[in-house]
């Protein structure tokens, strides 16, 4: 059994709408009112209970005098009891998540203590986990949200959850428009008919979103390029609007439509191409980029952001399994673009502004990121080098030369080991400085 997420706009009527907007905003009051109970046990040095069925069990024995209007008239029963609970279990991951960083015992960047949502800030969104929520038999374009109702949707959901069994259905607003993610679980089925495109490498660039070993080159789109003078004009517009007028507020959704419409794009062209691959190729060979570290070169933050290589990674790791193809990560220390492609030699220095790779040993003239590409296909085709101490093996101790690093298989349907084009290639001749290095390697044995 695999998990699925399947997501579809949808068209609530202005009455759902607002019934909508009551739910997150249900969820939202649910996760403040926790927040304050848990902050006032530890002001008393009270050690407080925030689990999740803890912190539900206190809301349920609390609801009717927090959840009420001013006159005293409790409104928590005009939503559903999932857009509570929806807050209630944020609150519950937020807590566990500061005190697992406090601890030590979680990996990533420190996580604060969780905060107040505001109501002009807090992301509109809350989920259904139990009820009848989900499809509609004989309405394929519509789904049913308890306390809602019936919702229309712009396209044919039952087709594409198809046979699978709906777990979960979270409800968003992104940029004026709602949407539902379902979380669908189906059958594990066996690849039948698996990609025959061989084996390529992929380097990916700023120039070119992507450049293969086959010479295939995917251009980058450059969403946020194209749309920049539009957004630019937008936010000035934002600027001058003052503070908590009705003209700010449109003006803020002007510009949220055009993030959204730039995200959307880059998100298209990029399933686009990680579709094609996965279909195309049986063997895919990528480099394990360190985008954090990218983003921090402030000349090239913006274009690496805009390319979005972790969302590519992303999308090829799950396609290749779907697909029966294979992933190979290779390592990111891995000199991919200084190493030439015909002897192996690797330069001491290449600036970014080279875009034509030339190899000072043997003479080999070529585009610096098909270079890369190639470079990257041998790597990751490569056999097996990783020795137990998960060190590298150099390539025949030959000076000069680039060594064939441990390589990181994602996993996939498809089994077998991977087919090495060194074995399917002529052998590489050493270069002018690796010949000098060897003669004078063997006039000191004979010494």
Known sequence: MVLEAVKVALDPSPVQERLLLSHAGAAR???????????????????PEWSFYSLRKWWNSSKD???????????????????????????????????????????????????????????LRFAYTTGAFGLIQGDPKALRLPKVGRVHCLENVAERVGDARVLRM??????????????????????TKPPQGGVVGIDLGIKTLATLSDGTVIENPRCLAASERRLKKAQKALSRKTMGSNRRAKARAKVA???????????????????????????????????????????????VSDAAFGEFRRQLEYKTARNGAALHVVDRWYPSSKTCSKCGAVKAKLSLSERVFHCDGCGLVMDRDLNAAINIRVAGSAPETQNAHGE????????????????????????????????????????????????RAKKGDQK
């Open 392 to 439: 590298t093996r150099s390539r025949g101790n030959q000076h000069g030369c680039a060594t064939q690093v441990p390589l990181k298989c994602e996993p996939s349907g498809r089994g077998g080991n991977v087919v090495s084009d060194l074995e399917r290639e002529p052998a590489r001749t050493p270069c002018k400085l690796q010949q000098s290095s060897l003669q």
């Open 65 to 123: 005098t927090l959840a009420v209007d001013a006159d005293g008239t409790p409104w928590w029963a005009e939503n559903s009891k999932e857009a509570a609970n929806t807050g209630l279990r944020s609150l519950a991951a937020a807590l566990s998540n500061w005190s697992k960083s406090r601890r030590g015992e979680r990996r990533g960047r420190k996580v604060g203590f969780p905060k107040f949502k505001a109501k002009s800030k807090a992301a």
């Open 170 to 191: 979270a409800v968003s607003r992104r940029a004026g428009r709602w949407y539902a993610s379902l979380t669908v679980e189906r059958d594990d089925k066996p690849v």
């Open 257 to 303: 439509r055009i993030h959204a419409r730039v995200a959307n794009q880059r998100i298209d062209a990029i399933h686009k191409a990680t579709t094609w691959l996965a279909g195309t190729y049986s063997h895919i060979s990528i480099e394990d980029l360190n985008t954090a570290g990218m983003v921090k070169n402030h000349h090239l933050a913006k274009a």
């Open 29 to 47: 009051f649910a996760f403040n009112a926790g927040l304050a109970h848990v902050k006032d046990a530890l002001d008393a040095g009270v050690k």
